[in-house]
T-cell receptor
């Protein structure tokens, strides 16, 4: 299974952009990178996913390195409601299970 | 659609008792997953169903754990002879059959074994 590496925690000021990095050097050429986040006392929720090119949606942007060994989730203007654990994940080798690590705990301060 | 629904939300049981959790996925979703999450850790994969077929089981799923998805609709996860180490949040998720599509998670069932 592809392994992802993320910082344990990050801190941001409210209304500032946040760049959450992820290393996934062992990912295969056909595996998408998925990002989920988990707010306190809730189940994870989907944020964004991509394969090679940068992706944007209403929640965030995803910048994928050209060699696909790393990616960055970008929150353009952090709000207090964005305080959560952010997971950078890929599917298992079987293609069925999303492999979560410990994620990055994002603290947003006013 | 109300999303993925899990019941009960909380369960306290005595060690050695059996417990059963239910998950109702989003109605048109073929794929259903069970995960377990302990404090400070990310969710750990337990098992996966495609319609009614259980296609993958993690090594974490000991023989005290069994999951079913009769008729490919709702799913149940049963833990027999519970142990204190089973205390965790049990999460259910569902997704459509299309590859690389997003998974929708329920709010989980918090199990406490005393």
């Amino acid at each position: 299974d592809a392994k992802t590496t993320q910082p344990n925690s990050m801190e941001s000021n409210e209304e500032e952009p946040v760049h959450l990095p992820c290393n996934h050097s062992t990912i295969s050429g056909t595996d998408y990178i998925h990002w989920y986040r988990q707010l306190p006392s809730q189940g994870p929720e989907y944020v964004i996913h991509g394969l090679t090119s940068n992706v944007n949606n209403r929640m965030a942007s995803l910048a994928i390195a050209e060699d696909r060994k790393s990616s960055t989730l970008i929150l353009h203007r952090a709000t207090l409601r964005d305080a959560a654990v952010y997971y950078c994940i890929s599917y298992s080798n079987s293609g069925y299970a999303l492999n979560f690590g410990k994620g990055t705990s994002l603290l947003v301060t006013p | 659609d109300t999303g993925v629904s899990q019941n009960p939300r909380h369960k306290i049981t005595k060690r050695g008792q059996n417990v059963t959790f239910r998950c109702d996925p989003i109605s048109e979703h073929n794929r259903l997953y069970w995960y377990r999450q302990t404090l400070g850790q990310g969710p750990e994969f337990l098992t996966y169903f495609q319609n009614e077929a259980q296609l993958e089981k993690s090594r974490l799923l000991s023989d005290r754990f069994s999951a079913e998805r009769p008729k490919g609709s709702f799913s149940t996860l049963e833990i027999q002879r519970t142990e204190q180490g089973d205390s965790a949040m049990y999460l259910c998720a569902s997704s459509s059959i299309r590859k690389n599509t997003e998974a929708f998670f329920g709010q989980g069932t918090r199990l406490t074994v005393v």
